[in-house]
């Protein structure tokens, strides 16, 4: 059994979405200035990083982060590798994934992952994301965790739709995933956001088991 | 497969250790004033609800919470219950508690899980907790990971021994478990903390799989 890491290492200087609050994570007791031990003040937006988005963050009054059930997010998972050449995720591309029909937790690699080797890494508006008619064939097919390797599930500057569509759909949405080394094929995910009571999301830390 | 939620919620009414960061989060957009999605920003120490200690926070300029090893936070687990007589944790206590000799996860229920029935939960100073004598042992045995029902693994203003020899023993830390639902015995753990770099803490998402 091989466990991967596909989390976003958290630093103050992780890109974060345009807007959103900046990741100021600070030491607020210090072993060198006279404390008995080390203590961070985490100050971070929900949606930093690998991230998890609750039905609220586009469904105002809907449930918070804690709603998800652990039962979407802990099992069987299928990566589907996408070309580089593929910009956005419509219907079209979907049907032609060959994602197998059983697969209801789907992880997408995409051209996204390579935005991860940039040292510093910088915000990119351009990555690949889904088109509503991809959501809404994704909630047809029964899906239950869906991921994808930049910060948003959707086209940026077009967020709303393929949100509330998936979201609406009942389905589980991980952002921010490294895939880089990850193949396509099936693996266990283990998807596991802290349980922030009422938060439109949450930082996650999430992992791939290879069954090798 | 039954999924066991171990975890405490995090809202800002949670108790905190005394003198640590209180809980802040708070939305900072809104739909209903406009915006087009809610986002919350999270203010909270590293070491709220169910959290993980990294070596960094007792043992100056050793490891954040980034380096801890997932092999020895994901896998088999026994549950120690302890009755509710047992007010701290000594060498003896462990050498009676009938641990299985391979068990190298352990996570201790104790009557401290009774204090998360409180509503609203107080902070407490009488929980059961490691003497240092125990923590020895724990790395004696070569315990991987060890985790108890409260906020800290050591006494009420005892808390540097127990920590220094457990994580300098290599001895992964979690603490703040609610285990109200768990009875002793084998389960699977998975324990994931945030990937925050270098910070002595995080808080984590914790679940124990009973294989029913």
Not at 147 to 163: C, F, N, Q, V
């Amino acid at each position: 059994m091989k466990i991967i890491d596909v989390s976003l290492p958290i630093t103050n200087s992780l890109p974060v979405w345009p807007g959103d609050p900046a990741i100021n994570n600070q030491l607020v007791a210090q072993i060198n200035l006279g404390a008995e031990c080390n203590v961070t003040q985490l100050n971070l937006g929900a949606h930093v990083g690998t991230h998890m988005d609750a039905p609220c963050h586009f469904l105002d009054g809907r449930e918070g982060i804690e709603s998800l059930h652990l039962e979407n997010l802990i099992g069987p998972c299928y990566v589907v590798e996408l070309p580089d050449d593929v910009m956005t995720i419509n219907g079209e591309i979907l049907d032609k994934a060959n994602i197998p029909s059983g697969a209801n937790r789907l992880v997408f690699k995409t051209r996204n992952s390579k935005f991860w080797d940039e040292k510093p890494a910088t915000f990119h508006t351009d990555f690949t994301a889904f088109e509503p008619d991809a959501a809404r064939l994704l909630v047809d097919r029964g899906i239950r965790l869906i991921g994808i390797d930049y910060l948003s599930i959707a086209p940026y500057k077009r967020a709303t739709e393929t949100h509330r569509i998936l979201l609406g759909g009942g389905v589980s949405i991980v952002e921010g995933l490294d895939l880089r080394q990850v193949s396509g094929g099936y693996y266990s995910i283990l998807c596991l956001p802290l349980k922030l009571v009422g938060s439109d999301g949450s930082p996650a830390r999430v992992v791939l088991i290879d069954e090798v």
